[in-house]
């Protein structure tokens, strides 16, 4: 399930390149202290492993790129949040609808409306999806070298890619649905050669990581896919990556409401 939400600024909104982390922490600030606190210190846990289930895209709207590494937007700027949880997209829309203080590196925010999208099932994705990157894919690999830890990121070109997709996509399944995935894998297929201006390395608290945009073919099960729309494509979602559109290959697309 997701949620749009629309905000108006009195002027041009301008903000650093780098600002996932405000925004999470925008997202963070509108749901109840409780919710708040499970996600930001535990989250959902499996063998060990965090999960957050839910990802939000960039910020969409016209903008023009600063020489002061800031991003200048000009209103109206959308943000998409996608959750297979509930009870998160129905506490942000009531929180940022509530809130006539919401801001953004100290800049006023006008929240103009919240677009609901209703829940895809599995029988509404065909065999393949097309779609396009609203953040970055994350895909990633940690390995001990010499008492050190390496971090190795992938590209959809790479044959390693896939797999890693899949793995983080049976683990979210097993933690949503409360038993093991048994089934097919998914692969992500780029839409033309390997462009180097798709590949956004980006720095989330003093940590680098390195993701894609573009246009991707997505086969494989149906079950994946839906858990993959909900939640995000790969890893890093909740710090902003992984989030998408589908641009086709669903039979019935979802109806939409406004509140």
Not at 65 to 80: A, H, Q
Not at 135 to 141: D, E, T
Not at 157 to 165: G, K, N, Q, T
Request: aromatic fraction near 12%.
């Amino acid at each position: 399930m997701r949620i749009k939400l629309t905000f108006s600024t009195d002027r041009n909104l301008i903000i650093p390149v780098q600002y996932n982390y405000s925004i999470q922490s925008m997202i963070y600030r509108n749901i109840s202290p409780g919710l708040a606190d499970f996600l930001h210190d535990q989250g959902y846990i499996l063998n060990g492993r965090q999960f957050k289930l839910f990802t939000f895209s960039r910020l969409e709207g016209r903008f023009t790129m600063r020489n002061d590494k800031k991003i200048e937007f000009m209103p109206p700027v959308r943000l998409t949040v996608a959750s297979a949880v509930e009870r998160f997209l129905r506490e942000l829309a009531e929180g940022m609808l509530r809130n006539d203080n919401l801001n953004l590196y100290g800049q006023k925010l006008m929240l103009e409306s919240v677009e609901v999208s209703q829940p895809l099932e599995d029988e509404d994705f065909e065999e393949e999806i097309t779609i396009k990157m609203l953040s970055p894919v994350v895909a990633y690999n940690t390995v001990e070298r010499d008492d050190r830890a390496r971090t190795y990121y992938f590209s959809p070109w790479d044959e390693w890619f896939s797999e890693l997709i899949t793995a983080n996509l049976e683990k979210k399944y097993e933690l949503i649905l409360g038993k093991k995935y048994i089934g097919g894998n998914v692969r992500i297929i780029p839409i033309g050669p390997r462009d180097e201006k798709y590949c956004k390395v980006l720095d989330y608290k003093n940590t680098v990581i390195k993701g894609w945009l573009g246009i991707y073919h997505v086969r494989g099960d149906k079950r994946l896919m839906k858990i993959a729309y909900d939640t995000g494509l790969g890893s890093k979602n909740p710090q902003g990556f992984g989030c998408f559109e589908i641009i086709a290959g669903i039979k019935n697309m979802p109806r939409k409401r406004w509140l």
